[in-house]
């Protein structure tokens, strides 16, 4: 016990993106993390799910493709045996607006992710402790160095920590790391099946079957909008969805919404169009009032721009309803009214 309260916990960090460049609509930020003591242990069984053969770990890579599945399982018994942790960052990277943000420059944006999301290792460290991180080399413009700083200052200030909880930050090539490797297989998976590249026409049946063993070991407790949409656990679409830190700390998908504020203006307007309506009035109603209505979700851009010529037989639906599920994400989409074409001709002929 005594030992215990002199010796600081020194934590091992990891971390590789995936899906930051090219036509990926979400970008996936991930890092494995685990105690000092364990990083020769674990470093010797991911070595040894290599069988001999010379190669790195990639979630991109094909060489020796019969290794992979191999090499999931030794991830999951690291977890199991040495408290090999996961957590990932997942982005829509259309809502991100580097213009006005990152000085048009998506490299700084993505700098800013791998800071919001090592902070939460900060947020979540009570106890006297060292992080000791190694990120895959990104660009040369951008620095594991400034990014230490950067966060000890921002753990100073919202954690009052008065020394640097960040020891060390190395930018390292990911040939030299073999759990940089492991974090690249695993966001590679998350990134994968987030973008729902197993739905492709050319989707490797390779690739799905080591992101489905992934989700069955992953074994992720299905909550929130997942369970609307009948997501059941250890699924490959439970990678798609956002966790409860803390039922699986040890394997944790957070996704960050960019469009919080233009979220909240979306619902007041709806709110607002809606309330000029009785409860029993109905969608057929608003539709001879000369409106057309959208049913949005803010979260991933999907929406219908005229709801009732999508689906007519919904006219007798009541405004005081609740809207329909998003079929990506199972949030309740944003109903709001536009002016249609039909009352803006009929105003102009009443002109
Ligand atoms: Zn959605």
Redesign the pocket.
Request: glycine fraction near 12%; charged fraction near 35%.
């Given at each position: 016990m005594a030992a215990q309260l002199l010796t600081p916990r020194m934590l091992h960090i990891f971390g590789d993106e995936s899906s930051h460049k090219g036509k990926h609509k979400f970008l996936v930020y991930g890092t494995v993390s685990c105690d000092r003591s364990m990083v020769p242990k674990i470093r010797e069984e991911i070595e040894k799910a290599k069988k001999g053969k010379s190669l790195e770990w990639h979630w991109s890579e094909s060489k020796y493709p019969e290794l992979y599945p191999g090499l999931v399982d030794t991830i999951f018994k690291c977890r199991d045996n040495f408290g090999l942790r996961f957590r990932c960052l997942v982005v829509n990277t259309r809502h991100t607006r580097h213009k006005e943000y990152s000085d048009d420059d998506p490299d700084l944006g993505l700098e800013k992710y791998i800071h919001l999301h090592l902070m939460t290792y900060a947020n979540d460290q009570k106890a006297k402790a060292q992080f000791f991180v190694q990120l895959d080399e990104r660009t040369p413009k951008y620095r594991a160095e400034a990014q230490k700083r950067a966060l000890n200052a921002a753990d100073r200030r919202d954690n009052l920590r008065t020394y640097d909880l960040f020891a060390d930050a190395i930018d390292v090539r990911s040939h030299t790391s073999p759990l940089v490797q492991v974090a690249d297989v695993l966001s590679g998976a998350v990134a994968y099946v987030t973008n729902e590249r197993y739905l492709l026409s050319d989707a490797s049946p390779r690739k799905k079957a080591l992101a489905e063993r992934i989700a069955k070991l992953a074994n992720i407790p299905i909550v929130g909008h997942a369970k609307e949409l009948g997501v059941r656990r250890g699924e490959l679409r439970s990678l798609a969805f956002a966790t409860n830190p803390r039922v699986t700390p040890d394997f944790i998908i957070w996704h960050l919404h960019l469009r919080a504020e233009e979220e909240k203006v979306l619902r007041a307007l709806s709110a607002e169009q809606l309330s000029r309506y009785s409860p029993d009035a109905t969608y057929a109603d608003l539709q001879r009032d000369g409106y057309r209505i959208v049913v949005e979700?803010a979260?991933?851009d999907?929406s219908i721009s005229d709801y009732l010529s999508a689906r007519p037989h919904n006219g007798i639906k009541l405004v005081s309803s609740k809207p329909t599920r998003?079929g990506?994400?199972?949030?309740r989409g944003i109903v709001h009214l536009k002016a249609s074409h039909f009352h803006r001709t009929r105003s102009e002929r009443n002109a």
């Open positions: 979700c979260r991933c999907h998003c990506k994400c199972g949030r």
